[in-house]
């Protein structure tokens, strides 16, 4: 009687951490959040491991990853930021007061904004605590049992100005088993045609990829997703967004190509599972 009790007591301790403490989960997740117009990825490894990539806007962010980190977990393996537009970076903000960053990868590109100077000024704050690290060249790297690959930008940015910043961002590619994933920030054709300048078919293939910048018309051009040829296309964006996301132009071009779409604006938070 005494052990059942026992055992009912740490189902139910469990249960209110939420912890995964008898049914330790054996899969990865990988999560696009349901943050309204903006990006965040939220990917976790079976020894939950966290990865965040992106965290904007503001307010929404801190709500959701609290729904999807255990309770008494308070730290995130790694950030990537991916450029330092608000929709991308504000929510990190906000986050960074409750959860501790191991590490946060940067472009380091000049923006001068209010809110992102902030930002950098409370991760310089925590130092001792936070590895800060500038990615200036193509790298290839394990983090929680998931390879990824950075392939822009192939030089350096640091305090660097650019006219458009959304040209700036990370594009990533993700391995998690055997499943590839493509994530581009918010890069334009411009940046877009570049990379297919710098890589071959065989290498940008992937099977998920998360649609640039919104599911915008100035990005995710036919010839990158003829390129990549993803099964799924995500697009995260707000409902009834002033930007008009996504554009008919994306949608038409991913029913062109018999892609499957996946918006957060109808089905709120996306989950593949490994």
């Known amino acids: 009687m005494n052990k059942i009790l026992i055992f009912l007591v740490i189902i139910t301790l469990s249960g209110l951490l939420n912890l995964p403490f008898f049914l330790k989960q054996k899969y990865f997740e990988l999560k696009f959040l349901n943050i309204g117009q903006g990006d965040a990825t939220l990917i976790r490894s079976p020894s939950n491991c966290y990865i965040l990539v992106d965290g904007g806007p503001p307010q929404k962010l801190l709500q ?15 950030v990537i930021l991916t450029h330092p537009h608000l929709d991308h970076m504000a929510g990190l903000l906000e986050l960074l007061s409750k959860y501790q960053f191991k590490e946060v990868w940067l472009t380091g ?7 992102y100077q902030h930002f950098l000024e409370q991760l310089y704050s925590q130092h001792l605590k936070t590895k800060i690290r500038y990615i200036t060249e193509p790298t290839k790297t394990k983090t929680c ?17 650019i006219e458009n910043l959304n040209n700036s961002s990370f594009i990533l590619q993700l391995k998690i088993k055997n499943t590839k994933i493509l ?7 411009e940046q877009e045609l570049e990379l297919l300048a710098l890589y071959s078919e065989q290498i940008l293939a992937s099977q998920i990829m998360k649609a640039g910048h919104h599911g915008s018309r100035t990005s995710n051009s036919l010839s990158l997703l003829k390129v990549v040829a993803p099964k799924y296309l995500v697009i995260s964006s707000g409902q009834k967004n002033t930007y008009g996301h996504p554009h008919f132009e994306t949608i038409q071009k991913a029913d062109q190509l018999k892609i499957i779409i996946k918006r957060t604006d109808q089905l709120k938070d996306i989950s593949f599972f490994f």
Do not use: F
């Not at 999807?68 to 790694?78: A, F, M, N, Q, S």
């Not at 994530?183 to 054709?189: I, K, M, R, S």
């Open 183 to 189: 994530l581009t920030g918010d890069a334009e054709e």
């Open 109 to 115: 590109i000049n923006y001068a904004s209010a809110e």
């Open 145 to 161: 049992q998931i390879d990824i690959s950075v392939l822009m930008p192939v030089t350096s940015l640091i305090s660097t100005d």
């Open 64 to 78: 959701t990853v609290r729904e999807h980190l255990p309770t008494l977990e308070r730290k995130i393996d790694l």
